[in-house]
């Protein structure tokens, strides 16, 4: 990158630090969901066993429109099996394929629920298409904290540092934490590409330049995707990768890849694309932080379906 990038130049100190002493890398426990392909991050400090958890999983059938906890419960056991202390419930963006469980975990095991300070961004956008009512704050205040770029924060003894990655949603934003990079749906293993940029707000030029933000870190630096759509060509979902092999293989964003390129490739990909199919219920959702709309008068909780809106 041409210009310096203090919150760049600040995580790549911390991951280098973190490689070194094995005090500063975290704990990762990683819990897939294929009804999804969505995954789950319990990151915890093994000094002080204090955690977080990483893009959480509601469970949701459209077809009867009932929810479940069997995604959440399996981190809940695992936190209660390790003695661990969730001080965090983090999200990396605010997800178009599934709802987040961070109120149900908030409930069982606390933490803070946390977010990208954008978010009031897709806040307005969606809390218009959704004709969601005056009542629907657009200022972030469903969420515990919301984090911009640069920001600093521990889990346990573990340095955390929040870098800002829009282009598939303007909230996007990626946790680094030790050594570890938790990228969001900015990018997929190698093999696989990069996030879609059609969504409102999401713009393919931008997300070029965060995935190259992100690909400045040391080679070294772990990756951990949320997501795996298993390619044709491979027989078994992987999440974990590191910069290096991002930089050599990403079948989209590779070293040599022009800005102009990557954009091209990345519209003309995206105009093929349909819409996830939980987008609409989904984001009703986790703009709220993951609770439910209002119930409306005969108690009853509703999810809006606009048509030929999107």
Request: with cysteine.
């Amino acid at each position: 990158m041409s210009a310096i990038d203090p919150v760049l130049q600040s995580a790549t100190a911390q991951v280098v630090k973190a490689a070194g002493e094995s005090a500063l890398r975290p704990e990762i426990a990683s819990f897939f969901d294929p009804a999804t392909f969505t995954v789950t991050y319990v990151v915890h400090d093994p000094a002080t066993l204090e955690a977080a958890v990483i893009d959480s999983v509601l469970d949701f059938d459209p077809n009867s429109g009932r929810t479940a906890t069997l995604s959440a419960d399996r981190v809940i056991d695992h936190v209660t099996s390790h003695n661990l202390k969730v001080a965090w419930l983090l999200e990396t963006h605010a997800h178009a394929d599934h709802f987040s469980a961070a109120p149900y975990l908030q409930e069982r095991l606390g933490g803070k629920i946390a977010i990208g300070a954008d978010i009031t961004m897709v806040q307005s956008v969606f809390g218009k298409l959704f004709n969601a009512g005056t009542a629907f704050a657009r200022d972030g205040s469903q969420f515990d904290a919301l984090f911009k770029d640069g920001d600093t924060f521990t889990i346990g003894n573990l340095p955390v540092t929040v870098m800002h990655v829009p282009g598939h949603t303007p909230a996007c934003i990626a946790y680094v934490v030790g050594e570890a990079v938790f990228v969001g749906d900015t990018m997929f293993m190698p093999d696989y590409g990069t996030a879609r940029a059609d969504f409102p707000g999401g713009d393919a030029r931008t997300l070029f330049r965060s995935l190259r933000r992100i690909l400045a870190l040391p080679p070294e630096t772990r990756l951990f995707m949320c997501h795996d759509y298993l390619p044709k060509d491979r027989s078994q979902y992987v999440w974990e990768t590191t910069v290096a092999a991002e930089r050599e293989g990403n079948i989209h964003a590779h070293d040599g890849i022009t800005e102009d390129e990557f954009v091209a490739m990345r519209e003309a990909r995206d105009a093929t694309l349909d819409m996830p199919r939980l987008i609409l219920p989904s984001v009703q959702v986790n703009m709220r932080a993951g609770h439910m709309p209002p119930p409306d008068d005969n108690g009853i909780t509703y999810l809006k379906l606009p048509v030929n809106a999107v």
